[in-house]
Nanobody, 125 residues
Framework: KVRIVESGGGSVQTGGSLTLSCAAS????????MGWFRQAPGEEREGVAF????????YYADPVKGRFTISRGDTKTSVLMQMLNLRPEDTAMYYC??????????????????WGQGTQVAVSS
């Protein structure tokens, strides 16, 4: 079974920064796609950023381009997401997810089979 654990959420003011971490583990773990999704209260879950095959390619949703950076962590099965210049509209529960899929499906936010419990990000004005 694959286990996904997120950390790094918190409360900041507008313009502040946070870095989210995600670590995946489990027997025969071989997922090549990891990413972050978020869900604000009363809103649908949306894809934020995805990374395929250890960083060979990445995707960012328009609202976070230029402010968020997804990267491979210290291990092959971990990812980081640095979030700069945070805005109140970034407030949400952030979920890390992983899957094994081809590049274009990963970057389209598809085929994520394993999910974490989420870490809360709150940005105040």
């Amino acid at each position: 079974k694959v286990r996904i654990v997120e950390s790094g959420g918190g409360s900041v003011q507008t313009g502040g920064s946070l870095t989210l971490s995600c670590a995946a583990s489990g027997d025969h773990y071989d997922n090549n796609c990891m990413g972050w999704f978020r869900q604000a209260p009363g809103e649908e879950r949306e894809g934020v950023a995805f990374i395929w095959d250890g960083g060979k390619s990445t995707y960012y949703a328009d609202p976070v381009k230029g402010r968020f950076t997804i990267s491979r962590g210290d291990t092959k099965t971990s990812v980081l997401m640095q979030m700069l210049n945070l805005r109140p509209e970034d407030t949400a529960m952030y979920y890390c997810a992983a899957g094994l899929t081809i590049e274009y499906l990963c970057l389209a936010g598809k085929d994520f089979d394993h999910w974490g419990q989420g870490t809360q990000v709150a940005v105040s004005s």
